[in-house]
């Protein structure tokens, strides 16, 4: 019975002794870091030079926007025409000449469209181109001569026309009663006036101011570049 006592004793004591030296799981237990994963450093582990060699290369690969500063220029130069007359150019250059700082004419000769002519060609003969001006009067047909000289000698002239439309019209009735008219544009050389002007100011004359003048319907104010 002694003995018996003795071993459950030992027993009771081992178990104790067991359980008291077996490690905590809970607390000991360490998760392991994902590879790659950046790991936590404190702020006095940093090394401060390469602390400051990071910062000095994020500066250096910053690229700072280029400021670009562009000059901007007011036109102060004009010109207005085209003037048909000389005189006209002149009186209107006296008109603004207390307005604005410089004045002056350019002329330059153009060549236009003056009229449109319809014609029958040149006969052999006089009597031929008499008698198909007869023909045409009988047919109904007015306001047309004979040309006597020069190079469309005994030509049968049909008209001047200042519109093309209305030359083309006179073209197409003639050939509808058989003839075979023909249509030539008259030129005519035109001198023509320019006036330019530097301004006090940055616009010019207005549309309304320009009105004032009783300029012609045709002349117009255009900004051109200041000679330097």
């Known amino acids: ?46 090394d401060k030079a390469s602390l400051t060699q990071d910062k000095a290369r994020s500066e ?19 010109t207005v025409g085209p003037f048909k007359e000389e005189n006209k150019v002149s009186a209107f250059r006296a008109a603004i000449k207390k307005k604005v700082k410089k ?37 109904g047909l007015k306001d047309y001569y004979v040309i006597s000289r020069g190079e469309y000698k005994n030509s049968v002239s049909l008209g001047h026309f200042k519109e093309k439309e209305f030359a083309e019209n006179r073209l197409q009735s ?23 002007y530097v301004s006090k100011n940055s616009h010019g004359f207005s549309n309304q101011a320009l009105d004032e003048f009783e300029l012609d319907e045709s002349i117009r104010q255009f900004t051109r570049e200041c000679e330097k």
């Open 1 to 46: 019975m002694r003995n018996l006592i003795l071993v459950v004793v030992g027993l009771n004591v081992f178990i104790f002794l067991f359980f008291y030296y077996l490690p905590d799981t809970e607390q000991d237990v360490v998760s392991e870091i994902p590879v790659g994963a950046a790991q936590l450093v404190l702020l006095s582990e940093v």
């Open 174 to 196: 003639i050939k509808k009663m058989g003839y075979k008219p023909k249509m030539s544009a008259i030129e005519k050389e035109y001198t023509l006036y320019w006036l330019d």
């Open 103 to 139: 004045t002056g004419v350019r002329e330059r000769i153009e060549t236009l469209n003056w009229r449109y002519w319809v014609y029958l060609p040149g006969s052999d003969s006089k009597e031929k181109a008499v008698k198909l001006a007869s023909d045409l009067a009988r047919k």
């Open 60 to 78: 250096v690969g910053a690229v700072k926007p280029e400021v670009v500063k562009v000059a901007v220029l007011k036109n102060k130069c004009f």
